[in-house]
């Protein structure tokens, strides 16, 4: 799926359409107009790459157009790469264009700024506008400085998301911005060099026993297929991305990867350390202390094994008796002290240790008991209430009884519960050790769901029903990490829509399935579900909806419980409200392009990445229903001209508000 860009240098309308198989941009480093593996980086001196765009074919040769109308042409005027050299360092630059432009083109970037020894961007751009075809775009200048790099283009810089590998065409594309990019709207492109290996490690392991190797982050300028081959100095060998290997003597090895395809090979290497097997350790808790005729309870869990082997379990109460649980329980019946040994083994070693019980005839005290909590949750989820911290002061044997307030109870030092009903409850706890008893009380208070933060895809909070795009896609994301992905029950998702006559509509997603994403840069991984827009037609068609209209959208998750998250969408018809921004990126004018359905008031304002207002365009202007032309300079109100970045546009008309993303370039 497409997700919509918050800085793209063509003026987004913020809607979503399925991504397009298309296009081609390559390297070409020896002047033949192709890639392949006679392109290389000269060992010594400067290189002149030549940078190649496709944009009527793919790859392998294949016809490429428009991802949202196979009539409309794939032009090209504007484009901008961003290179990354792997395997060593490299100087980039200079770099001079191309393309065939009329007059001198506007620059993405200055060198200065987004260029290092490892990455590099720029691109240029024009209003000319050139047919579909196979363009040399630009010669860019590379000089080595360190190691045998391979150059490869990512579709965003690390150093600067906002700084793409695309190019701007009169397709509107499949997110309707005018800017197709790498990894997004086309997917093939050839670097030169020759493959990366990256062996990861270091590795540690237990003589004799497999240990996992991966070598996952190599990886090919071309985006070729690559062949794994490792080695180890024992003389093993294996293939693939992912091994295991196990070595037979202890000590200090090395792990070789090579990684191979008809552009060469890559090698790398790892350090392995194998140790012998560790012995366990024994832990046998105590000293203990209890009465005849009354289970004592034993813990040997402290006990653990270095090399996270299973432990196997020996106990010798002292007098004759034995166990092989972690935690038993005895039973003495004549006073005294005791001797208690425990023994713990894994496959190769063994450890003891060694502790008391003083059984004697005392007073009985009663238990401390402790409640835990206060404890919160959700309706349907469980919730752990836990008495750990109870104690008796004799070391007796305890039992637990919980009463959590909704007429429901359970026994055991820890248990779970799930409540049926918001609200608040007193928990009781009694603790008892045969003789006497103890009394701790809390609190659960549970809510009615979880909260989730939902919103349109692409930041728009406008639905065209009328639109092409079959799917209206929706995003949600807990808030506060209260969920994650796989507590997400997708067979329990649905939206709630809010009609003129206060009732509620449900309607439910094409698919079942949940991606991931980030769309709103938040840092927070969100859901992405597709619900049909034709439901949203009928809804509309039929009076149920107009304009704003309030959603939520509601689903069940695995552990039990629900979430919830509301939002607000303005469904619109096509011809209610249309507008468009050409040429973006823009200096020094540009045209905002206005049509309406309704005679009526119309505010344009221009705000900068803060919030601010910059310009008023049009202060409520009467005009009427049809197509208006408006050209804007790039100055703020009070004449200065406006810094180079991300603007947005905000136009409110009678038929609704529209918002969108325009781009000052110099």
């Known amino acids: 799926m497409n997700r919509t860009r918050f800085f793209a240098p063509i003026l987004a309308l913020l809607l979503v359409a399925p991504a397009a198989m298309a296009q081609y941009v390559f390297l070409d480093a020896n002047g033949d107009g192709v890639n392949d593996h006679f392109d290389q980086l000269n060992a010594t001196g400067a290189t002149d790459l030549d940078v190649w765009f496709v944009t009527d074919g793919n790859r392998d040769g294949s016809p490429a157009s428009c991802a949202t109308n196979s009539a409309e042409p794939l032009t090209i005027n504007s484009y901008e790469f961003v290179l990354r050299a792997l395997n060593g360092k490299v100087r980039f630059g200079p770099m001079r264009n191309r393309l065939p432009f009329t007059e001198r083109p506007v620059s993405f970037a200055g060198y200065e700024d987004t260029t290092n020894t490892n ?5 240029w751009g024009y209003r000319d506008i050139l047919p579909p075809g196979r363009y040399l775009v630009a010669t860019l200048t590379v000089e080595i400085l360190e190691g045998e790099p391979s150059l490869s283009f990512m579709g965003r810089s690390p150093l600067q998301p906002a700084d793409l590998t695309s190019f701007g065409t009169q397709c509107s594309g499949p997110d309707y911005d005018n800017t197709y990019v790498l990894g997004e ?8 060099g020759r493959p990366t290996a990256v062996a990861g490690g270091p590795y540690y392991g237990v003589v004799g026993r497999d240990i996992q190797f991966d070598g996952r982050r190599s990886s090919d300028s071309d985006g070729d297929p690559l062949a794994y081959a490792w080695s180890f100095d024992d003389g093993g060998a294996a293939s ?18 090579t990684v191979s395809n008809a552009s060469g090979s890559g090698v790398d290497q790892a350090a392995v350390t194998v140790a012998p097997p560790s012995r366990p350790v024994a832990n046998a808790g105590g000293p203990y202390s209890g009465r005849p005729g009354v289970l004592l309870q034993f813990d040997g869990s402290a006990s653990f094994d270095p090399d996270n082997e ?8 002292g007098d004759g008796a034995s166990a092989s649980e972690v935690k038993p329980q005895y039973l003495y019946t004549i006073t005294g002290v005791y001797t208690v040994r425990l023994i713990v083994s894994d496959m190769d070693n063994s450890a003891t240790a060694v502790t008391t019980a003083s059984i004697s005839e005392a007073v009985n005290h009663p238990p401390v008991a402790s409640a835990g909590g206060p404890y919160a949750g959700i309706v349907g989820r469980w919730i752990q209430f836990d008495a750990t911290a109870s104690s008796d002061p004799d070391g007796d044997f305890m039992t637990f009884v919980w009463d959590f307030g909704d007429y429901i109870r359970a026994v055991g030092r820890v248990s779970a519960h799930a409540y049926a009903q918001a609200g608040s409850y007193v928990v009781d706890l009694t603790a008892s050790d045969g003789v ?13 769901g979880l909260a989730a933060k939902a919103f349109l895809d692409g930041g728009t909070s406008v639905v065209n029903v009328d639109d092409a795009d079959e799917l209206v896609i929706v995003c949600f994301q807990p808030v506060g990490g209260d969920f994650a992905a796989d507590d997400v029950d997708v067979d329990q998702v649905t939206i709630q829509v809010l009609t003129l006559d206060g009732s509620t509509v449900g309607v439910d997603p094409v698919h079942a399935a949940l991606l991931q994403d980030d769309s709103d840069h938040d840092g927070v991984a969100e859901f992405v579900v597709a619900f049909p827009r034709a439901r949203f037609r009928e809804l509309t068609d039929g009076g149920s909806i107009a304009g704003q209209t309030h959603l939520r959208i509601v689903g069940g998750l695995n552990r039990g419980g629900s979430y919830s998250g509301e939002f607000d969408a303005d469904f619109v018809r096509a011809s209610q409200f249309a507008l468009t921004v050409t040429p973006n990126p823009f200096n020094p004018v540009t045209h905002i392009i206005i049509r309406t359905r309704t005679n009526g008031a119309v505010t344009a304002k221009l705000f900068d990445v803060h919030g601010r207002r910059v310009k008023t365009i049009l202060r409520g202007d009467p ?5 208006h032309d408006v050209v804007i300079e790039a100055r703020d109100d009070a004449g200065m001209q406006l810094a180079s970045g991300l603007y947005f546009l905000q136009v409110s008309t009678a038929d609704g508000t529209r918002t969108g993303r325009l781009v000052v370039a110099k």
């Open 436 to 448: 006497d008893s103890g009394f701790a009380r809390s609190t659960a208070t549970i809510a009615t």
């Open 119 to 123: 990455f590099y961007h720029n691109g």
């Open 623 to 627: 005009l009427p229903a049809g197509l």
């Open 185 to 192: 709207e086309f997917f093939d492109a050839a670097g030169i």
């Open 240 to 257: 693939g991305k992912i091994v295991v290997h196990a070595f037979a003597e202890v000590g200090s090895h090395t792990a070789t990867l």
């Open 310 to 317: 299973p432990l196997a379990y020996y106990w010798n109460f």
